[in-house]
T-cell receptor, first 114, second 110 residues
Framework: DAGVTQSPTHLIKTRGQQVTLRCSPKSGHDTVSWYQQALGQGPQFIFQYYEEEERQRGNFPDRFSGHQFPNYSSELNVNALLLGDSALYLC?????????????FGSGTRLTVV | GEDVEQSLFLSVREGDSSVINCTYTDSSSTYLYWYKQEPGAGLQLLTYIFSNMDMKQDQRLTVLLNKKDKHLSLRIADTQTGDSAIYFCAEDDNNNDMRFGAGTRLTVKP
């Protein structure tokens, strides 16, 4: 049974470019959250999607946007990339109504901005 | 803003107990969590504790919670080399998502 799948696994982009990261949630899960994990740091919450809408958002600029599709998969878009956007981006999914203990995390997309 | 705080490094001998400590920020957090991250991998939930509990034991893992001091600890009994990883403490935040510490890198020496 596949867990959370993220693609691509690694990505190198140039400053100023735009990037799209993708996430397929675990089967049966309908809620997707995205986290940014800078090197040597813990994950920081970006936003959460449920029913194709952004429900919650962390302290990230509008350059970070997302989308959730009818099949519950999700995308994270980052515009006008900065060097500081280099990080591991983690997607996590759970069922709505379950607490955060219900999250399953993907292995992440490592984004390097040069 | 306030941070969830953890010591950055811990080194133990195989077979010893490991204790990883965490100070969290929000006394209204419903749950507190311990996650494990191995190199190149995502986060794996190890255990969690409801905020009205003082202790939870799950096989080799023991979680202690001191709400008064906002202190959470994770004890790993009989630590093995396979336990070498980064361990994150996390709390529920006001967004109904989670706030993580910076992680404690556990090294287990044979």
């Amino acid at each position: 049974d596949a867990g959370v799948t993220q693609s691509p696994t690694h990505l190198i982009k140039t400053r100023g470019q735009q990037v799209t990261l993708r996430c397929s949630p675990k089967s049966g899960h309908d809620t997707v959250s995205w986290y940014q994990q800078a090197l040597g740091q813990g994950p920081q919450f970006i936003f959460q999607y449920y029913e194709e809408e952004e429900r919650q958002r962390g302290n990230f600029p509008d350059r970070f946007s997302g989308h959730q599709f009818p099949n519950y998969s999700s995308e994270l878009n980052v515009n006008a990339l900065l060097l500081g956007d280099s990080a591991l981006y983690l997607c996590a999914s759970r069922q709505i109504g379950k607490g955060n203990y219900g999250y399953t995390f993907g292995s992440g997309t490592r984004l390097t901005v040069v | 803003g306030e941070d969830v705080e953890q010591s950055l490094f811990l080194s133990v001998r195989e077979g010893d107990s490991s204790v990883i400590n965490c100070t969290y920020t929000d006394s209204s957090s419903t749950y507190l969590y311990w996650y494990k991250q191995e190199p190149g991998a995502g986060l794996q939930l190890l255990t969690y504790i409801f905020s009205n509990m003082d202790m939870k034991q799950d096989q080799r893992l023991t979680v202690l919670l001191n709400k008064k001091d906002k202190h959470l600890s994770l004890r790993i009994a009989d630590t093995q080399t396979g336990d070498s990883a980064i361990y994150f403490c996390a709390e529920d935040d006001n967004n109904n998502d989670m706030r993580f510490g910076a992680g404690t890198r556990l090294t287990v020496k044979p």
